[in-house]
């Protein structure tokens, strides 16, 4: 541990129990959902999230079932539309920094894209890149913030 390194065991411990214990009530809160929905990732760069990457991790965690992950996505790749329209995710999320990029409006209206369940239902959101790629104390954070993304029905 960094803490241990730095003479901050305590300090250390203490905010992994609170990492833990952020993460176990998101768990314990999306036991509710009906249906494990599925999500893809956006950014400018197109659609990410390979198996066992940092969106795929904190999806696990949030009790999401990463889109790409289930493509079999490698380090580096990117899904074509017509995978996306395959997997027909329940939810789209978006980067934050693709509100005023080509791509956001692109992924709103693009016509292959109108059938999908995300578009139909309205399920296309922005998060924070923070909370799409962390690896850091802030995990915890991107797990809760994705659960109540998808799910905010197991979190009112």
Same mark, same amino acid.
């Given at each position: ?25 998101? %768990? $314990? ?7 494990? @929905?599925? !999500? ?5 760069? *197109?659609?990410? &999230? %390979? $198996? ?7 999806? @696990?965690? !949030? ?5 790409? *992950?289930?493509? &079999?996505? $490698? ?82």
């Amino acid at each position: 541990f960094v803490a241990d390194q730095l003479g901050e065991t305590e300090k250390g411990n203490r905010l992994t129990d609170r990492m833990d214990a952020k993460v176990n009530a998101v %768990r $314990k809160a999306v036991r509710q959902a009906l249906q494990k @929905k599925i !999500a893809i990732g956006y950014t400018v760069h *197109g659609v990410f &999230g %390979r $198996k066992n990457g940092a969106f795929d991790n904190i999806c @696990k965690e !949030a009790g999401v079932v990463n889109g790409c *992950g289930l493509a &079999g996505l $490698k380090r580096g790749e990117q899904l074509s539309k017509e995978q996306v329209i395959k997997l027909d995710p329940d939810v789209i999320i978006c980067s934050a920094d693709a509100a005023d990029s080509k791509m956001w409006k692109e992924v709103l209206e693009d016509p292959s894209f109108r059938n999908l369940k995300a578009i139909r239902n309205k399920k296309v959101f922005m998060l924070e890149e923070r909370f799409m790629y962390s690896t850091t104390q802030y995990f915890a954070d991107a797990v809760e913030k994705m659960a109540k993304t998808v799910y905010p029905e197991c979190f009112q």
